[in-house]
């Protein structure tokens, strides 16, 4: 391909773009696909020769689209949204045009020192104290990865890496039962083990870890001859949004001097609200560690996970390696790849750069605050249907709900939600029950959409029930 060529195609594609988007909503939102039809569509070899990008393009259109599941839909309201604003995916456009590797300052010296910046800009969104730097990462799995290392290096001295951990003992991890899967992924991949992630029930209304059933554990490990290593605390947990109390658990890590990581990935978005802060954050510039993902609630599009560190010294002490070529020489810069697992990094600050600057910090706030009264909105409807209950209140934009019957019935029912196609819904577990989530988050979801759902949820329950 030339790029006169590439110039007519490009066009194209943003044309497509701009179509694609206008008529989203018109399209069902999760994919009405069977496992492996779009696969057989597929030849099985490649081909020898040259094929024209008409034929790649209208391929594309026939065989793949049918096949997606549309994350920027309106009525997006599974999981956590990865939001894509506009002007972070124009952003994105320009960085897959340069595409250049941003491991160490010298091979992209804009994208590293873009990268400090907007990881100030986006901490003094978030009111943390200037003590903070950080880091963009892929996702929070590997934000909170790198924590997790951090926490058994700093336990064992920083010999880890070097010894292997035989002969270490055991070293133990705690937070609540609500965690996200990748604290139990981070603790296997770190060598650290499943049994050795305690996990404390949630208590209250918020579903948070008890400080004092946490000061039993660590106490008890002691005795044991366990070695505590760090906790783990959230903010807005992906089940139903549990939210620990920080200050009585960061008192804890201090009296045993232990590293503390919070996952906010969902939640630390909505903390660019003023007024949310003292609910949800009080404590928070105690941590070592916090991740929070701009992809998700803020509107930068997938992948852009920051991580805020106190000290990014633990952190550089464990993951930093330095073969001869990738020494630089000269003045001392910064090089992001010395702070994270993966060498090779995007350019990933120019999309916040973009959103930002677009928005403003008010613009962004003003859609977290819609969500969060239309998700209240929406519940007290759902909670009026008969036989339906609220299984977990609103925290933040997220409730879970209940329709009548068992556990089988509510995957009936969220199955056939996203048969129908008008909404797209996801189960979750929350005390031994099945319960079906509810989040508002999606960009430019309207009041319209979210009110929506509800003469759907009614519609398809009179249709199973
Ligand atoms: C989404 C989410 C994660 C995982 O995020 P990735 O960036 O996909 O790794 C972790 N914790 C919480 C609370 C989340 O909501």
């Not at 599974?78 to 160490?104: D, K, R």
């Not at 997790?148 to 336990?155: G, S």
């Not at 292997?164 to 899967?181: A, P, T, W």
Request: glycine share 8%; net charge negative.
């Amino acid at each position: 391909m030339d790029w006169d060529e590439f110039a007519e195609w490009s066009k194209q594609i943003a044309d497509w773009a701009v179509d694609y988007h206008k008529t989203l909503a018109d399209r069902p939102v999760r994919a009405q696909t069977a496992p492996g039809e779009i696969a057989e569509q597929l030849p099985v070899a490649p081909p020898e020769d040259a094929e024209a990008m008409e034929t790649v393009l209208a391929d594309f259109e026939t065989i793949v689209m049918p096949g997606m599941t549309h994350w920027q839909h309106p009525r997006f309201f599974a999981y956590f949204p990865a939001n894509a604003a506009p002007p972070s995916m124009l952003a994105e456009m320009l960085v897959t045009t340069i595409a250049a590797q941003c491991m160490l300052w010298q091979t992209s010296p804009a994208a590293t020192e873009m990268e400090g910046v907007m990881v100030d800009w986006l901490r003094q969104a978030l009111d943390l104290p200037e003590t903070y730097t950080g880091v963009i990462q892929d996702s929070a799995s590997s934000a909170t990865l790198s924590a997790v290392l951090t926490m058994r290096e700093r336990a064992t001295g920083f010999t880890g890496n070097r010894h292997g951990l035989s002969g270490k003992g055991n070293l133990r991890i705690y937070c609540s039962d609500q965690v996200h899967s990748s604290i139990d992924r981070a603790c296997w991949v770190a060598g650290i083990g499943q049994e050795n992630l305690v996990k404390l029930p949630a208590t209250g209304p918020r579903f948070a870890l008890d400080a004092n059933a946490l000061e039993q554990a660590i106490a008890r490990d002691l005795e044991d001859g366990q070695i505590p290593a760090g906790i783990i605390a959230i903010t807005g947990g992906t089940g139903v949004g549990a939210s620990d109390q920080l200050e009585p658990v960061l008192a804890v890590a201090r009296k045993h001097d232990l590293y503390t990581h919070l996952d906010a990935a969902w939640a630390g978005a909505a903390m660019i609200c003023p007024e949310l802060r003292a609910d949800f954050w009080h404590g928070v510039e105690g941590f070592d560690s916090i991740v929070f993902n701009p992809h998700k609630w803020l509107g930068a599009q997938f992948d852009c996970s920051v991580q805020f560190l106190s000290d990014p010294l633990p952190q550089l002490n464990t993951l930093k390696i330095e073969p001869e070529y990738l020494k630089t020489t000269g003045e001392a810069v910064t090089n992001y790849s010395e702070w994270t697992i993966p060498l090779g990094r995007r350019f990933r600050a120019l999309k916040i750069w973009f959103l930002i600057r677009s928005y403003g910090l008010e613009g962004l706030r003003a859609r977290i605050r819609n969500h969060i009264v239309w998700s209240g909105e929406i519940c007290e409807q759902i909670r009026a249907f008969e036989g339906f209950e609220i299984v977990t209140e609103p925290i933040l934009s997220l409730f879970s709900f209940r329709c009548p019957g068992d556990d089988a019935t509510q995957q009936r029912l969220v199955d056939a939600l996203n048969d129908d196609g008008r909404i797209y819904l996801t189960q979750g577990a929350f005390q031994g029950r099945k319960v079906i989530r509810f989040q508002v988050g999606q960009f430019d979801t309207t009041r319209e959409d979210v009110m929506m759902a509800a003469g759907v949820i009614k519609d398809v329950w009179r249709r199973i029930a």
